[in-house]
């Protein structure tokens, strides 16, 4: 069971948007522990998609982007791609815990 | 580019032992901590293990405290994870990814390609 929940899907057609929530609590993203976001293709290793909750690493196109607040953190995808296609996971540091947590994980599917 | 290689995998009894190695290009290893993130077959991420730039710092989660063990190799730009007493559900690919950090706490900007270990008789 992660203390980060993401939802378990979301969709959308191509060239909208989508947005991925992250809901921690007190003794993670509450507390102020940044969030990162990765993304995994199928059969491949997570890739880096943002850091620090909003930057992106170079060569991640600036149509995704992050954001946090408040116990939640989101990751937005617009202008959606069928390359877009994948899991998706947000991480933190839990106190409570004393290790880095995941999110469960949210699938993007487009239609 | 920096580059992540894992080995070490494999078929495993359960109380078994092994040990993953992952190995790095980068001429700059030993300034970035090195984590293990294992994925069970269709789960999500979880964190395993860490060790700092320096070796001195390492974090384990709870359930592989006392059974794992991370360590590095700094003239192979190594590091290892040793996996004793293992169990059914050990049974993850492995990746080890490198940290790094700004301001705040470490994201892994860098993953290998995994190293898959099963744990079954």
């Known amino acids: 069971q992660s203390v980060l929940t993401q939802p378990p899907s979301v969709s959308g057609a191509p060239g909208q948007r989508v947005t991925i929530s992250c809901t921690g609590s007190s003794s993670n993203i509450g507390a102020g522990y940044e969030v990162h976001w990765y993304q995994q293709l199928p059969g491949t290793a997570p890739k880096l998609l943002i850091y620090?909750?909003?930057n992106r690493p170079s060569g991640v196109p600036d149509r995704i982007s992050g954001s946090k607040s408040g116990t939640s953190a989101s990751l937005v995808i617009s202008g959606l791609q069928a390359e877009d296609e994948a899991d998706y996971y947000c991480q933190s540091y839990d106190s409570n815990l004393s290790g880095y947590v995941f999110g469960s994980g949210t699938k993007v599917t487009v239609l | 580019e920096v580059q992540l290689v894992e080995s070490g995998g494999g078929l495993v009894k359960p109380g078994g032992s092994l040990r993953l190695s992952c190995a790095a290009s980068?001429?700059?290893?030993?300034?970035?901590?090195i984590n293990w993130v294992r994925q069970a077959p269709g789960k999500g991420l979880e964190w395993v293990s860490s060790?700092?730039?320096?070796?001195?710092?390492?974090y384990y989660t709870d359930s592989v405290k006392g059974r794992f063990t991370i360590s590095r190799d700094f003239a192979k730009t190594s590091v290892y994870l040793q996996m004793n007493s293992l169990r059914a559900d050990d049974t993850a690919v492995y990746y080890c990814a490198r940290g790094s950090s700004g301001s705040g706490i470490v994201y892994f900007d860098y993953w290998g390609q995994g190293a898959l270990v099963t744990v079954s008789s």
């Open positions: 980068d001429i700059t290893f030993s300034s970035y901590s």
């Open positions: 620090t909750n909003t």
């Open positions: 060790i700092s730039s320096s070796g001195t710092y390492i």
